[in-house]
């Protein structure tokens, strides 16, 4: 019988190693982390939700606060030589990674276990408490989430932040949490008395109230869940599937945090020695 070229051994070989070959430049496409990618395009964007001291855009449009600065510093040790912003409703930072917008959450978020199950997080940046910003002398005597939920004031929150369940763990009902999308209208909230009090971190209501004589800081604010005082630690999220991403930020974040270098970086930002983190990304997630 007559071998056609469709059937000769040569034939098959030559198929079987052509389909070797596209085999295996898939799988080295495959191999590529998203880390390789970034180094070869020079740049990474982030999302970030204009938040300061913590992640911010200038008048100018540079992104800059604690969450950036750290960042960037972090990706240039990695090869990584620009940080692109996207500017993101707080609510929206966590779909806007997963769908792909930008590669990495930049934003000082805290770590919470609720978080941890959409996200991963590199290690904490830094840790600290929060506050309430009211009216200019405090009409309503409003100084924590107790302080509410006892008087059934309501308070302003933040689409997406964990304060809304902070203040629900310390007793506020769901109609007395007017949930916005921005801190400018939680502050804009408290001044026309629709709510008594906005919650923000603690340099947050303060950066915020020096910038207006019509509110101020409430002091002293306490959060207390299960016998412990609440301190929450923030760093930046990244895609599940990032880890190779996240785990090299952890090797540079353990060189660095702490170091007179970081915090010489982040002095201008209101942070010092009392604004390290005291545990792991892991420990949080685990709700430790």
């Not at 880390?35 to 020079?42: A, I, N, W």
């Not at 540079?62 to 600065?69: A, I, V």
């Amino acid at each position: 019988m007559k071998v056609t070229p469709q059937t000769s051994p040569l034939r098959r070989a030559l198929v079987a190693l052509a389909g070797a070959c596209a085999l295996l430049g898939t799988g080295m496409a495959q191999a590529q982390t998203t880390l390789d990618k970034l180094r070869e395009q020079g740049y990474i964007r982030v999302g970030f939700a204009n938040e300061s001291p913590y992640s911010f855009a200038t008048a100018s449009g540079q992104l800059t606060g604690e969450s950036p600065t750290v960042f960037r510093h972090i990706m240039q040790k990695l090869g990584v030589k620009e940080v692109d912003g996207v500017l993101t409703e707080w609510g929206a930072l966590i779909p806007g990674l997963r769908a792909g917008r930008f590669d990495a959450i930049v934003a000082s978020m805290y770590i919470t276990p609720t978080r941890c199950k959409q996200v991963i997080f590199a290690n904490p940046t830094y840790g600290i408490g929060e506050a309430l910003v009211v009216k200019k002398g405090n009409p309503e005597g409003i100084d924590t989430y107790d302080d509410a939920a006892k008087k059934g004031a309501k308070i302003a929150f933040v689409a997406g932040t964990a304060e809304i369940e902070h203040g629900r763990m310390a007793g506020m009902k769901w109609d007395q949490q007017v949930i916005v999308p921005d801190f400018a209208a939680a502050v804009a909230n408290v001044k026309s008395g629709r709510t008594a009090a906005a919650a923000f971190t603690s340099l947050t209501a303060q950066d915020l109230a020096s910038k207006d004589d019509a509110i101020e800081r409430a002091k002293p604010f306490t959060f207390e869940h299960e016998g412990k005082s609440y301190r929450g630690e923030g760093s930046f999220a990244f895609r599940p599937d990032d880890t190779a991403l996240r785990d090299a930020v952890n090797a540079e974040l353990a060189r660095f945090i702490g170091t007179p270098e970081h915090l010489a970086m982040v002095k201008e930002f209101g942070f010092d020695e009392s604004n390290l983190p005291e545990k792991t990304a892991d420990q949080h997630c685990a709700g430790e």
